[in-house]
């Protein structure tokens, strides 16, 4: 079981194993899929990892606030 997340336009799209799974507004909205299916599945017997990116350059989180 293979987990990616992927911009689907506004849009974060969770893929299984290259197929579409569902699409949510945030990413970490798509992290917390993956998390509650591997959590399903029972961790302990799961090799799937939920996939961690940094913060592109220019996101809002990176401006500082004035």
Not at 4 to 24: F, K, P, Q, S
Not at 37 to 63: C, F, H, M, W, Y
């Amino acid at each position: 079981m293979e987990f990616e997340i992927e911009r689907y336009g506004r849009h974060w799209a969770v893929y299984e194993d290259g197929a579409l799974l569902c699409v949510t507004v945030y990413r970490k909205g798509a992290r917390a899929v993956i998390a509650r299916i591997i959590e399903d599945a029972g961790k302990e017997n799961s090799t799937a990892e939920v996939p961690t990116r940094p913060e592109p350059r220019g996101s809002l989180r990176s401006e500082p606030l004035a």
